[in-house]
């Protein structure tokens, strides 16, 4: 293709707004517009990758450090737009809001006869505990929605039978005091929920700032997996000012579902290693619906540039060979670069002809921005010795070949890395 057939403006600015190196030169070498709009160049190197690219093996052998979750593949960028969560032992990862940690259970404790206690005052699980000098721990934090529509496919690890839906009905939630609710994985159990109103609450059985679900009606009850191995947990007595001491799952209450319903954070063991997890920021590049070339192409602008432009390993470039041509005092070598073009074309390789009528320093520059793996210089004083200057777009030597020998010294370039 020729250099004006994709209408290719790079700029000599950096874009004001740019986030990341990667991002700053996506606009710089004509890739994206300032407003982020794929240009005919960045369209251009979709359609490589998405030529290529068919697994996620395939993302190692174009430089891309990425990781991987049970269902989707990262790659990890402080301007990613996910929060994610990642094991650096092992390699899980997962979005922030539906990653997995280890949690631990607490001690084994028989259970003690339930034992109802004057509470005044604790309106927060935190001032529950202080006021009955236990841990957070020890406590039962119960939450109340109303379902809003149907489940999700389950995609969480969690069985769901999918001929369950829930739609208007009272989702009754327990998870241990110290921990936080997913949303996300509520709503991968039950669909869209909402808060449920105090009027809601009471016509259930249950009273709000003192709720727990023993003995309430009409309500499908969801529990955290710790629940069950929890004994003796405080919770709210269903009576103003009142909570219950010794709480104790499958004796008081039962759940419809048990399932994995809190945040995991920062620090917590790695459900599949119990190494720390670690928290960074990311984008999705494969997720079930496939893979998301746009995404992809930040990553690789990301994980390829240096100070000069892109450095895109040959499958991913949108060029294999970025050709361009020094106008002579003496030689005409517009002729030979054209044919050249042909040549090299014929043989296989994506060219892209910088047959502008413009200075070699702009032409240079140009090649660095682009970043296509190779590049090839035809000019007068190679010319008269038959030969092209070639430079391997990482390398720092550039190289004499002659031109007979061309096909064949590219080939083994780009196959050699
Ligand atoms: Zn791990």
Redesign the pocket.
Known sequence: MRYDELSIQTHREAPANARSAGQSWLVRAGYVSHSGQLLPLGERALARIRAYLKTPADFQQSGLLTLTGAHETYYPTLVGSHDLLH?P????AARAETAQAKKAASAAETSAPPEKVLTPDCPTIESLATFLGISTTKTAKALMFVSIGSPKSPDFGQTVDSRETFDSEFIFVVIRGDMAMSEAKLEALVGKFRLATEDEIRAVGAVPGYASPIGVRNATIIVDELIPQSANLVAGANQAGYHLLNTNYGRDYSAEIVADLTQANPGEP?I????PLQATRGWVLVSQAGFDCEKILFALAEAHNDEKGFTFPAPVAPFDIYLMQVPGKTLDTLPVAEELYQKLQAAGFSVLFDDRNDRAGVKFNDADLLGCPIRITVGERGLQNGMVEVKGRRASETQQVVIEEIVEAIRYKLTSG
């Open positions: 094991c032992e092992c390699g899980t790695c599949a290693c119990a190494a």
